[in-house]
């Protein structure tokens, strides 16, 4: 009778035509979801590529050599533009008269060498 009645609920072989269909969609969106991995893939390295080309340009090699020398030249020119100022025998102009830093009120200082 429990035979007989399991029978009558559960078909073994719609089960298992279920469980097969099941299976092929399963394979099916695992072979969907490798080939968009793969597109995927395919579409980065392509990104990856044309970054690459384009950074490795002539043009662009040439555009940052000039820049580095011309930011090379200006530092040089900086540079010795602050020794000169700064070198010994360069006599500066002091402001006369001064003032006092604090209140604002104007001091009568001799200035050496004057």
Same mark, same amino acid.
């Given at each position: 009778?429990?035979?007989?009645?399991?029978? %009558?609920?559960? /078909?073994? %072989?719609?089960?298992?035509?279920?469980?097969?269909?099941?299976?092929?969609?399963?394979?099916?969106?695992?072979?969907?979801?490798?080939?968009?991995?793969?597109?995927?893939?395919? +579409?980065?390295?392509?990104?990856?590529?044309?970054?690459?080309?384009?950074?490795?340009?002539?043009?662009?090699? +040439?555009?940052?050599? /000039?820049?580095?020398?011309?930011? /090379?030249? /200006?530092?040089?020119?900086?540079?010795?533009?602050?020794?000169?100022?700064?070198?010994?025998?360069?006599?500066?102009?002091?402001?006369?008269?001064?003032?006092?830093? %604090?209140?604002?009120?104007?001091?009568?200082?001799?200035?050496?060498?004057?």
């Amino acid at each position: 009778a429990d035979k007989a009645a399991l029978d %009558s609920k559960v /078909n073994c %072989s719609q089960c298992e035509e279920n469980m097969k269909e099941l299976d092929e969609r399963m394979q099916e969106l695992q072979s969907q979801i490798s080939g968009q991995e793969q597109h995927w893939n395919n +579409t980065q390295q392509q990104f990856s590529d044309a970054i690459e080309d384009k950074l490795d340009r002539l043009e662009l090699k +040439t555009f940052r050599k /000039n820049r580095e020398d011309s930011w /090379n030249r /200006n530092m040089e020119e900086l540079e010795d533009r602050l020794l000169r100022e700064n070198a010994a025998g360069i006599k500066k102009q002091l402001p006369v008269p001064f003032s006092c830093l %604090s209140c604002d009120r104007m001091l009568s200082v001799q200035v050496p060498g004057q």
